[in-house]
């Protein structure tokens, strides 16, 4: 008699324990009533709002914050709770001294290709200087 109630009962665990396997297996999260119960601070912020100066918290944690957002996202609804996304950054890392040497290098380049046209220009200038103070010289004197 003892290994026929041994086996009821072992065969009553087994039914128990897939049981528990199925009720945990089709336990949906009821994310449409946390959403609805939850709408109006979800809207205050993700971290927290300013209140007559003082911080207040959400009263949602973060974990269930991030939970219910993760289900109403698989669920295919959209979520309009999250902050919008800033621009990314442009700036570049490193010294600028090794950014703007090869443009250095490239204007001095460019310049150099009117040099010459510059020393002519320079030259005659000079030689016009000159000659205004011999003129203005010989007037004198």
Known sequence: MGT??????A????????SIVNAIGEYQY???????????????????YWELGAWKPLGISARRRARLRKEVL???????????RKEMRTKRKG????RIAAEKR??????????????????????????KEED?????G
């Open 74 to 84: 698989l669920a295919g609804e959209d979520w309009p709770y999250d902050p919008e």
């Open 4 to 9: 026929l109630n041994d086996q009821a009962m």
């Open 95 to 98: 010294h600028k001294v090794d």
């Open 30 to 48: 009821p994310w449409r009533e946390k959403l609805t119960k939850y709408k109006d601070e979800l809207s205050k912020g993700v971290w927290g």
């Open 106 to 131: 490239a204007r001095t380049a460019e310049l150099m290709k009117s040099m010459p046209q510059k020393l002519l220009d320079y030259k005659k200038r000079r030689w016009e200087k000159k000659m």
């Open 11 to 18: 065969g009553n665990a087994a039914k128990a324990a897939k």
């Open 136 to 140: 203005s010289k010989a007037a004198k």
